[in-house]
């Protein structure tokens, strides 16, 4: 049976509920060098029931979190649904619906009813190919689907995009890919 999905059931993974983020773990074994120092991400990884693992795609992974709810209302907007329900694999740095709210209610709006800079920004958020926490913290820049590059760099043990957005919850994994929950939206370079 086909469910039909709403926006929370979109891409992006964040925090679930503060009890699951107090009870969830910590990724501590993906490390990397910059600069003579060791730097040591560390995430706190998002509840997986041996349902969720690999048996669901992204959108509907992120969709059973319930704190992608205008992450999904975006996806929808932008027609990329379906996308993420593809074959993959992709990897996804999801913005909350807290990472949403940082922005004004009139550009949000402003966003969302403009179909071709959404679909940009989302597209912003999509890396190609299944790119697990190990790996983020050995990269200086990714490139996303959307065609420009984001800036990655591990500070004080975080993983920090563009400067802004910091990783809140990493390697939730997907039937079709991977999650990294954010927790500021990305905004493609003009």
């Known amino acids: 049976m086909r469910r039909t999905l709403t926006l929370a059931s979109l891409i992006l993974l964040s925090a679930c509920s503060s ?3 107090e009870e969830s773990t910590v990724v501590t074994d993906s490390t990397t060098t910059t600069n003579n120092t060791t730097n040591v991400m560390t995430v706190p990884a998002l509840p997986m029931t041996p349902e969720t693992a690999m048996t669901k795609d992204i959108i509907e992974t992120a969709a059973s979190a319930g704190t992608f709810n205008t992450l999904a209302r975006a996806l929808t907007a932008a027609g990329l649904v379906e996308t993420l329900k593809g ?20 550009d949000l709006d402003a966003l969302l009813a403009d179909k071709n800079k959404l679909a940009a920004v989302l597209k912003y958020h999509v890396i190609s190919g299944n790119v697990p926490s190990s790996q983020v913290t050995t990269m200086s820049e990714a490139e996303t689907l959307e065609g420009s590059k984001a800036t990655i760099k591990v500070v004080d043990g975080k993983v920090v995009i563009n400067g802004t957005s910091t990783v809140t919850g990493a390697d939730v994994k997907a039937s079709n890919g991977v999650i990294h929950v954010i927790n500021t939206v990305l905004m493609p370079p003009k």
């Open 19 to 21: 009890k699951a983020r």
């Open 87 to 106: 074959p993959g694999p992709f990897t996804v740095l999801a913005p909350t619906d807290e990472a949403f709210a940082k922005i004004p209610a009139k």
